[in-house]
Antibody, heavy 118, light 109 residues
Framework: QVHLEQSGAEVKKPGASVSVSCKASGYTFTGHYIHWFRQAPGQGPEWMGWINPNRGATRYAEKFQGRVTMTTDTSITTAYMELSSLGSDDTAVYYC???????????WGQGTLVTVSA | EIVLTQSPGTLSLSPGDRATLSCRASQSVISSTYVAWYQHKPGQSPRLLIYGATARATGVPDRFSGSGSGTDFTLTISRLEPEDFAVYYCQQYGTSPYNFGRGTKLEIK
């Protein structure tokens, strides 16, 4: 069955970068886009962007342009999201999700808590 | 960008009740139906319930139904089961950025 396993919680200082991984299994990795979202406490999920593992094409939300990089390693069916220049407002749970077509996400990872604190 | 407003913020009902959750978009959603609903329980990842405004995702019980088009969408749970108490989000996935609403918390009365 489809499963997305994310890396563990991270604590970072302001100004640092964080990388979150998302290991996919149970389906053809190159056949589905991977999206990244984040969710701050009390808020709805926020879309950050997607990557097409087949060709590596990406689309980022304007809010994160210049600060986020999404990559994949198809040999190990893993997607990565790196966010730089962290601030306290980047504290959130970060999720990866598989999509049907370009934008409908049907399976999500378990989430990775990223805490930014001095 | 399209902003989604969900109401009510919190809905207090009892098992067996009917729940009606609303989602209003700031502008018409592309193709009028690119709206999804997700259920989110604490410590779990969001679960896709409804897509295309009305289609149930695989394995979703038929007590969940979606309706609406254009800017107004509704998720209805016909008879609440104890496991249905959670937070529900609507999302539009037709136009980037694929925004979510702030959610409706469905709690036990």
């Amino acid at each position: 069955q489809v499963h997305l396993e994310q890396s563990g919680a991270e604590v970072k200082k302001p100004g640092a970068s964080v990388s979150v991984s998302c290991k996919a299994s149970g389906y053809t990795f190159t056949g589905h886009y991977i999206h990244w979202f984040r969710q701050a406490p009390g808020q709805g999920p926020e879309w950050m962007g997607w990557i097409n593992p087949n060709r590596g094409a990406t689309r980022y939300a304007e809010k994160f342009q210049g600060r986020v990089t999404m990559t994949t390693d198809t040999s190990i069916t893993t997607a990565y999201m790196e966010l730089s220049s962290l601030g306290s407002d980047d504290t959130a749970v970060y999720y990866c999700a598989r999509s049907q077509g370009i934008s409908l996400t049907d399976y999500w990872g378990q989430g990775t808590l990223v805490t930014v604190s001095a | 960008e399209i902003v989604l407003t969900q109401s009510p913020g919190t809905l207090s009902l009892s098992p067996g009740d009917r729940a009606t959750l609303s989602c209003r978009a700031s502008q018409s959603v592309i193709s009028s139906t690119y709206v999804a609903w997700y259920q989110h329980k604490p410590g779990q990842s969001p679960r896709l319930l409804i897509y295309g405004a009305t289609a149930r995702a695989t394995g979703v019980p038929d007590r969940f139904s979606g309706s609406g088009s254009g800017t107004d969408f509704t998720l209805t749970i016909s008879r609440l089961e104890p496991e249905d108490f959670a937070v529900y989000y609507c999302q539009q996935y037709g136009t980037s950025p694929y925004n979510f609403g702030r959610g409706t918390k469905l709690e036990i009365k």
